[in-house]
């Protein structure tokens, strides 16, 4: 991955309330930085929040079929397991 530094840039318009667009420069006041700069991060933020998200459904979705197949197994195997043991008299 580029460095921040080094990444082609683009330009983009958006609309929003006046209250946001007010919260947003106090926000990029009090912590130093261009509200660009602020704005970016945010966006940067919820994308990856987003992607955990799909990579923990996807991941989610792989666990609960290898516990089908792991059931399936335990199903064809069931009755092996006693098989080598000694026979107990009771």
Avoid: T
């Avoid at 530094?5 to 947003?24: A, F, M, S």
């Amino acid at each position: 991955m580029p460095s921040v530094l080094h990444q082609e840039k683009v330009r983009i318009n958006i609309q929003l309330p006046i209250d946001i667009k007010e919260r947003l420069n106090q926000a990029s006041y009090r912590q130093g930085k261009k509200v660009s700069s602020l704005v970016r991060e945010s966006i940067e933020e919820k994308l990856d929040r987003l992607d955990q998200k799909v990579f923990s459904e996807r991941m989610k979705v792989a666990y609960q079929g290898l516990s089908e197949e792991s059931i399936s197994i335990c199903e064809d195997f069931k009755f092996s397991d006693a098989e080598n043991l000694p026979e107990v008299s009771l």
